[in-house]
């Protein structure tokens, strides 16, 4: 049995527990639970420990998806993580711009950790007043959008547009 591992990644509210609850094929270990901080006025529930789902490829070849938690204050599960993913897609919510700077956050986290394929999900994309593509791509960092990593937009509660994502990122681990 050969084991994929991607790390889906982002701030809070940008879709990984629901990108991985859409995909999985088992029901996808919720681990999210009521917020009580400030991120109450965020969303009600907030991931505290991980998501975890399960994708089978083709028989014996099988994609795990771990969810990591959105607040930095948990950043030490990353540390473990990371180290055990053959890939990373890093969700960012493009209609709320004063999240970005923790996906830049991220993408240094990790490059300064591992050499993996990273790949980029807008998510929310289809709200009014998203921010392009391109003033995303230059607040993480990333000014010429045909230099690796890609992005592209994703929506998490929709299983054809994680199909997509996953196609372009799971040929370059396997
Ligand atoms: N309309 C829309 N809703 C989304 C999208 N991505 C996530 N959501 C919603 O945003 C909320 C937060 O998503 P969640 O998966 O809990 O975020 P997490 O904190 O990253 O785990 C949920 O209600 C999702 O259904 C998207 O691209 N479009
Ligand atoms: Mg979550």
Redesign the pocket.
Known sequence: MEILRIAIA??????????IRTISEIEAVDT?KNSTDELALL?T???VAL?FGLLTLVPNQVVHLY?TP?QPRFDFMWDILIRQVQACIL?VDAHRPEHFHYGTQILDFVNQRVQIPILIGL?????PRTVEPEKIAIALGLPNLNHQPPLIA????QKASIIEALNLIIPKII
Do not use: F, Q
Not at 10 to 19: C, E, Q, R
């Open positions: 982002g701030s809070v509210g940008a879709g990984k527990t629901s990108l999210d969303k529930k907030t991931t998501d969810g959105g969700l998510t929310h994309t289809d709200y994703v929506n998490p509660t």
